[in-house]
């Protein structure tokens, strides 16, 4: 399992990941900015703590694809189950990371972060089903927007769009859990069709 | 007990006619080599035979054994044509790596891949990082993984591709040294030079086997009057001509 470990970036890319995404929402936990939108003439307030759950996707998409595919493929060890509990893992530390500075900063922003990070991660992991490490793409792609067509008014987003919800929401909350779950199972259920 | 495809259809799309039709194939013993045009299905079937692709219609067996139960994965060992490095891993641990995998114990797995990396004459390298490796090196260090956790059946796909003079004579020693007592299938495009030191010879052409059988039977196919030294090609070319494959 140390090897696996290993070539999963688990002693190198996995902690500079984080250690990115901590500096990172310790640096925007509260800040702002005006993006263009669609629906809005005044362009969307998007919180910039949005855009951190992005180094986790990527930290993860990174860590899954370093592998020995066909080896994986052809072995006996329940790699698919590892690379979950890796991904949960990476998802979990992001909640403490969040619940740390949120509790430390008086920042609700910085606690949504791992609520978003569940919603992502599970989107990109989905996506990687059909369009496999390309799909590290898809949560800047749903980010994006969400800023220009995920608001009806200033601070009133549409349901789908999670991230935009705030912290107590609870479809929003829901939402992430269901769409982490599912990418979850495409992780372990992906065809064992080889590249 | 060997390793037995029975009817076995398979394609990468749904869209397209299948690459392999109803193919039934059961590999003898000692070295067989598999030849084909580009094209022709070696690789499918040999993934189809490691149980790394799952036939549409049909079933991939050693003896008893299922291609989906972890006694087969244990006992068949393939070596893919891509070796690909693996940046984080050293080359022992890259090798260590694929026979944990296959089910060995760490202990049993870490000193088994120096072994292994010494049968193919890469001990010396084994500290390095994996990507730091030549083509060939790389190549060496797949079949390395290939042969760490003693499988009974060998798959190998164009093995000899991209070696040296040297490390082919050195390939060909150590499979003249594993083939008594490992079944083994070798994909090559290596006519001439493994032909006549191959037990049995199958060749493949759109999917479908056009020969099967011993090697002396297979060179039987060339013109009586080709010399020694290329009869092999002949033999190949023959029977690709008289099945109507497109040689070009």
Redesign the interface.
Known sequence: ????F??R?G??GLPAGLACLTLLALALHDTSAILPSLTLTSGAPTRLVEFVPIVATTTVGLCLD????????????P?RLFDCLLVAFVVAVVCIIGLGIGLMLGSKLAMEMGRDTAFLVGLMLSARTWIGPSASMVPLGWIAAVALAGFRRPNDPYFWTVIAEPLGNPVAALASGAVFGVGLLCLIYRS???T | MTLQLTDCTYGYSRRNPPLIRDLSYELPDGLTILLGPNGAGKTTLLKLAASVLTPRTGSVKYGQLSGFTKEFRTKVSWMPQTIAPLPPLTVRQYVAYVGWLKGLGRRDAWDRAVRALDQVELAERADEKSHRLSGGQLRRMGLAAALVHDAEALLLDEPTAGLDPHQRRVFRDLLGALSPRVRVLMSTHDVADLAQEADHVTVLESGRILHSGPTRTFLAHGPRTTPDSQVAEAAYTALLTSAGADLD
Do not use: Y
């Open positions: 399992m140390t090897w696996w290993r070539a970036l002693h190198s370093s592998r020995l595919e066909n080896a994986e493929v052809s072995g006996i060890r790699v064992r069709k080889s």
